[in-house]
Structure formats: structure tokens, C-alpha cells
């Protein structure tokens, strides 16, 4: 019997990673399209990228970008000082990311990860907030990889939406990967699910038309906050 097929692994961003190249979007089952930014991904880091990696340098080190894409944003850490790791579930993203100089793993946000509990960030950029389309499990799995006191620096979408809908990736030729379901969640709606799991919202900020949250796990009783 065949396997079924996997998003973002048995479809076109793979073969989009690869080549540095797009266009690619989601679509939606009624035909709208959500252009996904992949030569900014496959790119260096640039642009709103600086104002996050200036954080990041911030934290108590290391940093785990959670479905790390191409990789650009874990080797500009590493070329920061800053001990990183990129986790992804698509193998051509994990390559790209350890050709450019990072350190990558293929393994989903959900799987047993290295040093949980211990990582003093945790970056989710990209829409990897959308991720399996439950954002509530996937700030929840967030905050149990981060450290009592560290910070999730979350991208959420410019507008205010709190969207859960069934996407598919498509290509510059068509052609659609299989179907899975994604969530976009503005900045007000994010900030309403992480209180839920155990996050305080310490910062938001613009750049470059993008869009941030830092969100701190409560410290460990009788601990200050060291970040």
C-alpha cells in the first residue's frame, strides 16, 4: 500500500525549497490563495528578520526555531553567537538549513524534542503559528520546550483574523499537494490563546510590514523572571 501523502513533504514546497524559488500559495477550498513568501524564505535573513534575530540575542541562549523552513533565520543566529537549532518535518528544508551553515533535525514540534523545558527561546515565524491548524496545542507544546522565565517570540498575521480552514500547497504549475488544515491568527486572538496556555504577552511590534508577539512562560516559583 502506498502512503498517503504528507504536507509541506510530498508536495510542491519541497521542490520550491530546492530551487530557492516560486510561486507558491495555499489555497483554500472555495479557490482564494494565500501567497506564501519562499524566496524571502530561502533568502538570507533580511528586513523584520533583524529585528527578530536582535531579540533572540537577548534571550538566554539556545534558540529553537520551530519549522525552521530553509534555515535562514537558525544560521543567522549561529552567525550571531547565539546556539540555535531548526526543527522541520521536510527533509529538503533540513538540507538547505545544514548547507547554509545551520543545525537542523526533521522532526514535527509534537515529536520528543532535545531540551525540553530548557530552551531560553522559542521562535515561531513564518505562520508557523497556523501549524496543524490548532494554535492552542501548538502554543501549549511551546511553552512546555521553553524554559521557567523564557520567551516565545511568535509572527502573527498584520490583521486581526482568527481563521481555521483546510489549505493545500500549491505550485507555479498547479499543481496541489494534498489537503491539511492551517490557522491565522492575528495579534489579539494569539494573545487570548497563550494566556490559556501559561504565556504573558510582553511585547508586540511592526517591521517591515510584519508582525510579532514576545510572550514570557511564567517564571518557576520563588525564580525571578532572567529574561
Not at 111 to 120: A, S, T, Y
Amino acid at each position: 500500500m502506498t502512503a498517503p501523502a504528507v504536507p509541506w513533504v510530498d508536495d510542491p514546497f519541497s521542490h520550491a525549497v530546492r530551487t530557492g524559488r516560486g510561486p507558491l500559495w495555499l489555497r483554500r477550498p472555495e479557490g482564494s490563495r494565500i501567497a506564501l513568501d519562499i524566496e524571502r524564505w530561502c533568502g538570507p535573513a533580511a528586513g523584520a528578520d533583524h529585528d527578530l534575530l536582535a531579540r533572540c540575542t537577548r534571550l538566554s541562549a539556545p534558540v529553537l526555531d520551530v519549522g525552521c523552513g530553509p534555515g535562514r533565520l537558525v544560521a543567522a543566529l549561529l552567525g550571531l553567537g547565539v546556539p540555535a537549532l531548526g526543527v522541520d518535518l521536510t527533509a529538503a528544508a533540513v538540507a538547505r538549513t545544514r548547507r547554509i551553515g545551520g543545525l537542523a533535525l526533521r522532526r514535527s514540534l509534537f515529536d520528543r524534542l532535545p531540551g525540553e523545558g530548557r530552551w531560553g527561546g522559542v521562535l515561531l515565524a513564518d505562520g508557523n503559528l497556523g501549524i496543524g491548524g490548532d494554535p492552542d496545542a501548538v502554543l501549549r507544546r511551546s511553552t512546555e520546550l521553553l524554559a521557567p522565565g523564557a520567551t516565545l517570540l511568535v509572527e502573527v498575521e498584520p490583521e486581526e483574523v482568527d481563521e481555521r480552514t483546510t489549505v493545500r500547497v500549491e505550485g507555479p504549475d498547479g499543481r496541489l499537494g494534498p489537503p491539511f488544515t492551517w490557522a491565522r491568527l492575528g495579534a489579539s486572538a494569539a494573545v487570548r490563546r497563550a494566556h490559556r496556555a501559561g504565556l504573558v504577552e510582553a511585547e508586540r511590534w511592526t517591521s517591515h510590514g510584519r508582525r510579532f508577539l514576545a510572550l514570557h512562560r511564567a517564571p518557576a516559583p520563588g525564580r525571578p523572571c532572567g529574561n
